[in-house]
Nanobody, 124 residues
């Protein structure tokens, strides 16, 4: 059974940091495009960052560029989203996703496998 399990969400003050993890089971990530999405209250789920399996190229949404870093540890079959300089507008449910494609996408329709979501709240 293919599964993604997320961890690492929580409550943090503005300016703080969190690292989200997404552990894959039932498949190996090295042939999959992976991505991170966020759904803020009352808003659509948006693509934040992704890594392509073909060449390791990355994508970052303008809203997180320079603050968030996506990475993958193939030995652990886990990928991460390091989030620094967090802002209140980063609050939302964060989802990891994977797809058996060479190139990643910021569009949720590409992805076949999803984590359960983890809440991130940034507030003073």
């Amino acid at each position: 059974q293919l599964q993604l399990v997320e961890s690492g969400g929580g409550f943090v003050q503005p300016g703080g940091s969190l690292r989200l993890s997404c552990a894959a089971s039932g498949f190996t990530l090295d042939k999959y495009a992976i991505g991170w999405f966020r759904q803020a209250p009352g808003k659509e789920r948006e693509g934040l960052s992704c890594i392509s399996s073909s060449d390791g190229s990355t994508y970052y949404a303008d809203s997180v560029k320079g603050r968030f870093t996506v990475s993958i540890d193939n030995a652990k079959n886990t990928f991460y989203l390091q989030m620094n300089s967090l802002k209140p507008e980063d609050t939302g449910v964060y989802y990891c996703a994977a797809d058996a494609a060479s190139y990643c996408s910021r569009y949720r329709r590409q992805y076949d496998y999803w984590g359960q979501g983890t809440q991130v709240t940034v507030s003073a």
